[in-house]
RNA sequence: UGUCUCAUGGUGUAAUGGUAGCACUGCAGUUUCUGGAUCUGCCUGUUAAGGUUCGAGUCCUUAUGAGACAACCA
């Protein structure tokens, strides 16, 4: 026995972990882990940021280190409380503890102070260009740029300026601190590297009118990372080609062996999604999605509402890795995952969905009888519950065919179903109106096949789910699908909201549910019996009950179908 | 016609110079009071060409393909 556990198959690290564990081995930091999740709040929080929520918070956890969420506020034009409450929240919901909370604003000060130093040391100065004039003087990737007429500037009038920059007494867009780097570098990121901008349109949701000059990305964020003592700086693949001034930043200030690491790992493109928070927004600005949390979104809370757990959400992200190859994630294996969790979690009920009537000629009228039916098969803790049975019921009108084919395990006149925990029945017949649409269908039961009883283990084809048409609540029923109806909706020529799938929600108004998800509560899951997972909408209510589809169960019965 | 990065089945991801494995998908079967779940089996892969080496998915060279970078965004 023991040897088997030595036996168990070591899990492989990943390249940021494999680099973690060298540094550790290499005694760098002290031994000491430290990351961060820097958000800007600027918009809700999606699976992409998931990916990067368990990777930061992840390596601290596994190598006994700390993550503390930062929010990266260095635009007050886009940034708003709003969204600083949201992001806690769906970190909070993933699982997650930071072990601080910091915002890039409360540096403003010692950034200001660094980048007087920087000007001292004739390293930065102030332009007084147009945008587009510096934009012109950039060049581009294959031509080098030129020098603004303003670099060689002398140091005091730079601190002059600099100053007046914060004060208000220069206007919007009119003045810039640019570090003095290489305005012919490959690397356009080198080119005189804007580090200040004035905003005094908007006041910043933490710092009001304190500030009017906002220090840029490149210098905050290292800068950030620095003073809060990262060692291990995780950001996507696009900040690859920032590392440079990152570290180039870092090395203008820093005052000893520490310093913080930056590693790039792909970001996650989801088939049938789109991840652009811009695009997103138009969604929801355009009313084509019912808002952040529409249950077709990929938003964390969108996500929640639609029934995922956060444990279908880590299996999931540690299926498909973190690599520099930018991968296309196939949304089945999320679909996969979340079926995997609910699985194990989910309580069964019956729910009928596109009812039809079946009625039971042989049994009492009037009769009722208690049903005792377990709650999960694969949780033995679950326990039972009981379910009424009376003459009428409703059926899933999918579960009656007239001429059926000879795979068809459901009812058709002659042959016999098993009523989930009820009884074999064999179908007779059934009723229809002037159109051809079957009304009621018709059925006799045997009563020596009541579960439990010798008789019921009888080989029978097929078993459905039910509900007793007197026992039974009204509900609505949300079928969601794919957002989109292309695999690849960024690569597409044609506009992304041309490619929506119009067959993403589906209302259904007239379900009929059993008893017992009366007092169900907002965002509990279930499994409907025999249709796939659901949860309770947040606007559900005890006088309307409204289910969300999370996903569906797998059907073989709809591929057979099909061929 | 720059710099940087990447390339393993349909998709994603391992193999850290030594038997190309895992998951998802697909297919076939087993089993089942959910056509679910379970269990079993199968299909399919190292971008190309050279080189180093006893041995290369891995190291080197070149080619090909893909991505990132020219916001007073992060």
Redesign the pocket.
Known sequence: MENKIDEAPKK????IE?FVEQDLKDGKNGGRIQTRF???P?GYLHIGHAKAICLDFGVAKNYGGICNLRF????P??EDVEYVDSIQEDIKWLGYNWANVYY?SDYFQQLWDLAIELIKKGKAYV?????????KQ?????VPGVESPYRNRPIEENLELFRKMNTGEIA?????LRAKIDMAS????F?DP?MY???NSHPHHRTGWTWKA?????Y??GQSDYFEGVTHSLCT??????RPLYDWFIDQFKDSDYRPRQI?F?RLNL?YTVMSKRKMLQLVQEGLVSGWDDPRMPTICGLRRRGYSPESIHNFID????????????I??L??SV??SL?KTAT?VNAVIDPVKLIITNYPEGKVEMME??N???DETAGKREIAFTRELYVERDDFMEDAPK????MTPGQEV?????YIIKCTGCKKDENGKVEEVYAEFDDQ?????PE??R???????WVSATHCLDAEVRLYDRLFSVENPS?DERDFRELLNPGSLKVLSNCKVETSLGNAKALDQF?F???GYFNVDSDSAPSKLIFNRTVS????????KE?
Do not use: C
Request: proline share 4%.
């Open positions: 492989s690290l990943n390249f494999a820097p958000p800007e600027n990266d506020d260095t635009n034009v886009k890039a332009d007084e260009q147009s945008a587009e004039t510096i934009a950039k060049g581009s990737p294959t919007e867009g009119a003045m810039v490959s690397n356009m990121h080119r804007l901008r004035v905003i906002y220090p840029m990305y490149d905050a964020h693949l696009e900040f690859e080609v920032h790039e792909n088939t299926k498909i890795g973190y690599t520099k190859f930018e991968a296309q994630n196939d089945g294996l679909e996969h079926r995997e699985n069964r039916t377990i999960n098969p694969e795979k068809y395990f459901r098993r009523l989930k925990s009820a096949t009541k579960s439990g009883m019921a283990n080989k029978v084809k097929g078993t459905l789910h690569a499994q019996q025999r249709i169960l797998k059907d073989s019965w709809a591929k057979e061929k």
